[in-house]
Nanobody, 125 residues
Framework: QVYLVESGGGLVQAGDSLRLSCEAS????????MAWFRQAPGQEREFVSA????????YYADSVKGRFTTSRNNAKNTVYLQMNSLKTEDTAVYYC??????????????????WGQGTQVTVSS
């Protein structure tokens, strides 16, 4: 079992930066494929980024490419989502998700077995 807890959300202005954290339980955290998703009010949950435990490739949604960056600190069992140049359309609840080490860095939500409770990010104009 893996438990995920997101933090770092808040209210910011357009153009600002924010860093989300996702702390995970589990001794094999470093091998899990991790991802970020978000859900805006009245919208379906959508993919933001994903990366495998093995390798350094990160897959980003086109809408955030060049502005968002993911990283992980295995010693702290934590992954991060650095969000720069925030836009009002980035307003959403952001979720951290984890999948097995065999899972590719996919945008398919079905592949991720473990989910956090989400953290709200609100970007004002």
């Amino acid at each position: 079992q893996v438990y995920l807890v997101e933090s770092g959300g808040g209210l910011v202005q357009a153009g600002d930066s924010l860093r989300l954290s996702c702390e995970a339980s589990g001794r094999t955290f470093s091998t899990y494929t991790m991802a970020w998703f978000r859900q805006a009010p009245g919208q379906e949950r959508e993919f933001v980024s994903a990366f495998r435990g093995i390798g350094d490739y990160t897959y980003y949604a086109d809408s955030v490419k060049g502005r968002f960056t993911t990283s992980r600190n295995n010693a702290k069992n934590t992954v991060y989502l650095q969000m720069n140049s925030l836009k009002t359309e980035d307003t959403a609840v952001y979720y951290c998700a984890a999948g097995s080490p065999a899972l590719s860095a996919t945008r398919n939500q079905q592949g991720y077995r473990y989910w956090g409770q989400g953290t709200q990010v609100t970007v004002s104009s």
